[in-house]
């Protein structure tokens, strides 16, 4: 086949974009890769210990990838040993191994990052790996990656805040968060509760107090049925334990299922340091999180109907197909996003 592209998977929601943007690049040889370290310290904590297993290099997140990209018979290159490839398409810029750096470089946002604190400038400040911070605050930050595909004007903002250049950043959407309303045709058959999307924040080891939090829902709640929607991180047992000491007796918990269906069908939607509140923005919705609203509203990913992996994937084929330094090829590119369809809004 053709020239090769490498895109490397995180989260099922990292990984599930990554296979749109391929779906719309079958005029290229496209492999996949949970995302990995060359550093042996980190690869002997993910071969001996469980330490890295709440990350996506490893654990549920790389063993839940894996078998997406099996199961959708994707070519598997893990770490990258069995080719060379033309551009890198990543799912985060925390880690990248030096010698991946050779290739063209593209990066696409997930959805949202955590909150930028004294970790994380301590971590900018001292020109330590981003990984350090311990969170994703600095995903998108660290303008090693040759190419940024934005969610927002608002993330835009963002990001070059936080030390990428303005000039490699393109606003592009994100799959799975730039065509909302399609959500509210679903056959989820539950209706009018308020809905609330947990955090794995105690698995990541950060601090929580989640009897206070679950309390709080029920008082926003005052008498509506609950729905949980629990993250798929989070240690299922000890959180449903934790909501039916503190809940009515016929409040709703999933831990599986398509959260975006349940949230089109709520009447209120609570959610901690979950880029999920951008769905029930996107719907309308009343919602709650432990970011600023306001700041959220800005950031809130673009409805574009659904043609972001087609505005990616149109400038992985430019870059890949670009013959000159790859330094110069936003110099003269001229990004032009897929036209939205007039019946879309």
Known sequence: MGRKILFITGSMNQTSQMHQIAQELTDFDCWFSQIFADSPLINALIKYTPFIDSTILAGQFRANSEK?????????????QKNRYDLVVYCSDLIIPDRMLQNKTLWVQEGMVDGYTWKSKWVKNLHFPPYFSGDTSLNGASNICDIYCAASDGYKDYFVKRGTNVSKILVTGIPNYDNIRQFLKNDFPYHNYVMVATSDIRET?????????????????????????????????????????????????????????????????????????????????????????????????????????????????SFVNFDGKKEDFLKQFQYQPMPIDVHYA
Not at 68 to 80: G, S, T, V
Not at 227 to 254: C, G, M, Q, W
């Open 205 to 317: 080891f950060r601090k929580e107090d989640r009897i206070g939090f679950i309390k709080k829902a029920t008082e926003i709640a005052a008498g509506r049925r609950l729905l949980f929607k629990l993250h798929p991180n989070e240690i299922y047992d000890r959180a449903v334990s934790e909501i039916k000491e503190h809940t009515p007796a016929d409040t709703l918990i999933f831990q599986s299922g398509s959260t975006n269906d349940m949230i089109a069908n709520c009447e209120e939607l609570i959610t901690q340091y979950s880029t999920v509140v951008y769905v029930g923005m996107a719907l309308g919705k009343k919602v709650h999180s432990y970011f600023d609203l306001e700041e959220l509203y800005r950031l809130n990913p673009i409805q574009n109907a659904g043609t972001s992996a087609q505005n990616i994937a149109n400038i992985c084929r």
């Open 68 to 80: 997406y990209i099996r199961e959708h018979n994707l070519q598997m290159d893990y770490m990258a």
